[in-house]
């Protein structure tokens, strides 16, 4: 591994579900549970959760971009959540949970539009792709409960897996090899 690590942040709904997909891969140093994209410092789980913070629950990846690129971590990203589902993911609805590419730089934003409008032409989806990319902007870490939740939780994990997001990444990604 490299001494130069990067991030990247995404969300695509429950938080708890967005960090094993990345967790597991080789290059991944950490994967942190947070909040961003909204007017408050310092939110808390209930603030966000009743909507009164504007922020989005998300994941921040610390990578090493010599072991894995951040196209993909993009490519995994998609493939975690329902591109054409703008106010949640799954069970999870509200704004609070919608899907957001967020980029610190131009070069994660050239990576984020080209994989965006290459999914939106693939046979995947007949909706309109409705994830966001947007800016960076400050990132407050979960509380210690939401942190690896799916290794101190799994049988809540695999219930809020069941609700929808297994069964839509098995059919609409998993189940193609013509994926993005």
Same mark, same amino acid.
């Given at each position: #591994?490299?001494?130069?690590?990067?991030?990247?942040?995404?969300?695509?709904?429950?938080?708890?579900?967005?960090?094993?997909?990345? !967790?597991?891969?080789?290059? &991944?140093?950490? /994967?942190?549970?947070?909040?961003?994209?909204?007017?408050?410092?310092?939110?808390?789980?209930? $603030?966000?959760?009743?909507?009164?913070?504007?922020?989005?629950?998300?994941?921040? &990846?610390?990578?090493?971009?010599?072991?894995?690129?951040?196209?993909?971590?993009?490519?995994?990203?998609?493939?975690?959540?329902?591109?054409? !589902?703008? #106010?949640?993911?799954? $069970? !999870?609805?509200?704004?609070?949970?919608?899907?957001?590419?967020?980029?610190?730089?131009?070069?994660?934003?050239?990576?984020?539009?080209?994989?965006?409008?290459?999914?939106?032409?693939?046979?995947?989806?007949?909706?309109? &792709?409705?994830?966001?990319?947007?800016? /960076?902007?400050?990132?407050?870490?979960?509380?210690?409960?939401?942190?690896?939740?799916?290794?101190?939780?799994?049988?809540?994990?695999?219930?809020?897996?069941?609700?929808?997001?297994?069964?839509?990444?098995?059919?609409?990604?998993?189940?193609?090899?013509?994926?993005?």
């Amino acid at each position: #591994m490299s001494d130069t690590f990067d991030t990247a942040i995404f969300a695509g709904g429950c938080f708890w579900c967005m960090v094993k997909p990345f !967790d597991t891969l080789p290059g &991944i140093e950490k /994967v942190i549970s947070g909040y961003t994209g909204g007017f408050v410092e310092n939110p808390t789980y209930e $603030q966000v959760k009743n909507h009164e913070t504007g922020h989005t629950e998300a994941v921040k &990846i610390i990578y090493d971009p010599t072991v894995i690129s951040y196209d993909q971590l993009v490519q995994i990203y998609w493939q975690q959540t329902d591109p054409t !589902d703008a #106010m949640g993911q799954f $069970q !999870d609805r509200g704004d609070n949970y919608r899907p957001v590419i967020f980029v610190k730089n131009e070069e994660q934003r050239r990576i984020a539009t080209a994989s965006r409008e290459k999914l939106a032409a693939s046979p995947l989806f007949t909706d309109p &792709i409705v994830t966001q990319i947007e800016p /960076v902007k400050p990132f407050y870490e979960a509380e210690a409960r939401h942190q690896d939740f799916y290794k101190k939780n799994p049988e809540r994990f695999a219930k809020e897996e069941a609700q929808g997001r297994e069964a839509f990444v098995r059919d609409h990604w998993q189940s193609r090899t013509d994926n993005a």
